[in-house]
């Protein structure tokens, strides 16, 4: 039984927000990725590909899951009223610290500090800045190790692109990483991350009323780390921290959905998910899922870039 599981971020009408040159879905393109959706697949519920998983339900042969990441505030105003009026089923994995603290996560700062500051070059130039400044502190390298490791041509990015993202995601010691994050933040996009995060995210009572509309919400972490570099203690903070949301939330804790930031995750992790009732686990892995051979804690998605728009 194949299934299909779509990923989303942003879906905003891109040429009328703020920042046009963040990377999301068009919202015009979204509607018409649903209208091909709706004429070339079946979309399903999270119950139903649990059931499947567990052998209590079959799945149409062209079944479709939507799954949506981050608690992005899009997903509330953009997302929700085309999946209700289509009568579709959406998954959504909102991390716990930015809705319920309104910590702004550090990819969203590094994906906005490259839509307001559209030269790559003097992103660059800031982190030669600041690397040069820290050099030798904390192992940190020199800029020129950093280049020719990171500045590799990606899947969706090119060289310059895939530099930046690696040293704001992890190149850097998590401390002086944060440090650096939040200077390019402050000086490229805003001064006030609160306000910001505020605006980003869904609060707790539109993830309620999500539910409400028939939606699903599953676990994103609280922090949005990525999991698999995390010791036993701290993997168990973060899961137990995931399920004491949901709880409070009223979303399901038994046979429920982990979605692994940045897709990361090991054994120890999975095994820890299987004692905690978490009956699927999301990767960023892409492909078209087996449900008779692949492992569901291991579950391939097809990026919204990989799907036709019409
Ligand atoms: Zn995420």
């Known amino acids: 039984m194949p299934l299909t599981i779509v990923t989303y971020h942003y879906v905003r009408?891109?040429?009328?927000?703020?920042?046009?040159?963040?990377?999301?879905?068009d919202l015009a393109e979204f509607k018409g990725q649903l209208d091909h959706i709706g004429n070339h697949y079946e979309v399903v519920s999270t119950e139903d590909v649990v059931g499947a998983f567990k052998g209590e339900t079959t799945l149409p042969d062209n079944a479709c899951w939507l799954t949506f990441d981050d608690g992005y505030l899009d997903h509330f105003i953009n997302v929700l009223p085309q999946l209700?009026?289509?009568?579709?089923?959406?998954?959504?994995?909102?991390?716990?610290?930015?809705?319920?603290h309104g910590e702004l996560l550090d990819v969203n700062k590094a994906h906005f500090i490259r839509a307001a500051q559209p030269d790559t070059a003097a992103i660059i130039g800031e982190i030669k800045t600041y690397i040069d400044a820290n050099q030798?502190?904390?192992?940190?390298?020199?800029?020129d190790t950093y280049w020719q490791e990171h500045a590799q041509v990606g899947r969706y990015d090119p060289a310059d692109v895939m530099f930046i993202k690696k040293v704001l995601q992890h190149t850097l010691p998590e401390a002086k990483?944060?440090?650096?994050?939040?200077?390019?933040?402050e000086r490229?996009?805003?001064?006030?991350?609160?306000?910001?995060?505020?605006?980003?995210y869904m609060s707790q009572d539109q993830l309620r009323m999500m539910i409400q509309c028939g939606m699903y919400i599953g676990g994103h972490g609280a922090k949005h780390y990525w999991l698999d570099r995390l010791g036993a203690a701290e993997q168990e903070a973060e899961i137990a921290a995931s399920l004491d949301f949901l709880r409070g939330l009223g979303a399901p804790t038994t046979d429920w959905v982990m979605c692994y930031?940045?897709?990361?995750?090991?054994?120890?992790?999975?095994?820890?998910?299987g004692r905690r009732g978490c009956a699927l686990g999301l990767?960023?892995?892409?492909?078209?899922?087996?449900?008779?051979?692949?492992?569901?804690?291991?579950?391939?998605?097809?990026?919204?870039?990989?799907?036709?728009?019409?």
């Open 13 to 25: 009408d891109l040429a009328n927000s703020r920042y046009t040159g963040i990377k999301g879905r």
């Open 283 to 310: 990767t960023i892995d892409t492909g078209v899922v087996d449900i008779s051979q692949d492992d569901p804690l291991l579950l391939r998605r097809r990026d919204t870039n990989e799907l036709p728009l019409a």
């Open 84 to 100: 209700y009026e289509r009568k579709m089923h959406g998954a959504f994995f909102p991390p716990v610290n930015a809705v319920v």
């Open 136 to 143: 030798g502190q904390e192992n940190i390298q020199t800029f």
């Open 188 to 200: 490229f996009v805003s001064m006030d991350q609160k306000a910001f995060a505020g605006e980003l």
């Open 177 to 185: 990483r944060n440090a650096l994050v939040d200077e390019l933040f």
């Open 261 to 273: 930031p940045y897709g990361a995750n090991d054994a120890a992790l999975r095994g820890l998910l």
